[in-house]
């Protein structure tokens, strides 16, 4: 991070301000809610220092180990009907008289 502070402050410096109104505690949206929502994001993303920077705030938010069961649980429920959605897309492109591609 202090690379990217170095070589881009002004742009770091919007970023990091962007990261504390998502992470603020005066949302309409609980803290411990955005944690595990961030929890899920990053684990769809493959983020890992997402996954550790989150799951260590959620702890601190009082996010139970069954929460963080269910959030990972859901995440990856959602992340695999994203996989079936692209599949039935790509089931209609294949059966697609004109999907533009040639014909064999």
């Not at 009082?62 to 994203?82: C, F, N, P, Y």
Request: charged residues 25%; contains cysteine; glycine residues 8%.
């Amino acid at each position: 991070m202090a690379t990217l502070k170095k070589l881009a402050p002004v742009e770091f410096a919007k970023f990091m301000e962007y990261q504390e109104v998502v992470s603020r505690d005066d949302g309409a949206i609980p803290r411990r809610y955005r944690e595990m929502i961030a929890i899920a994001v990053a684990l769809t993303t493959q983020c890992a220092y997402c996954i550790d920077v989150h799951t260590a705030a959620a702890r601190e938010q009082g996010v139970g180990s069954d929460e963080l069961a269910e959030t990972a649980l859901i995440a990856g429920a959602v992340r695999g009907g994203g996989a079936v959605a692209h599949g039935l897309l790509a089931m209609k492109l294949y059966d697609s008289k004109d999907n533009g591609h040639a014909s064999t």
